[in-house]
């Protein structure tokens, strides 16, 4: 019985994704591939999901000694505000006439 609610629940989940998805397309830049692969405000926007992703993981898992508590936030913050910054920059080879 868990396992066919476990089932429904991801259909659900993957067909709110798909219809996210089919929102989003249609409003994506015409050289969203190009942005994606080469932008650095998407690798930066990457690394701080993955440090929030990490902080998370040490939330349940215990943090390592090393690591003084907070740190993984401020980075996180640190290089989000970064992104944002490197999204207002024209990049070469991403943006028109490059």
Known sequence: M???LW?????????TIFLIWISIEKRLVWNWQIVFKRAWSMRLAAVAASLSLLEAYFVFGGRPSFLPEGTLPI???????GAY???LVAQKGVHDGD
């Open 85 to 87: 910054i490197a999204r």
């Open 2 to 4: 868990l396992a066919a």
């Open 75 to 81: 980075l996180a913050a640190v290089v989000s505000a």
């Open 7 to 15: 089932r429904g629940l991801l259909s659900r989940v993957r067909n």
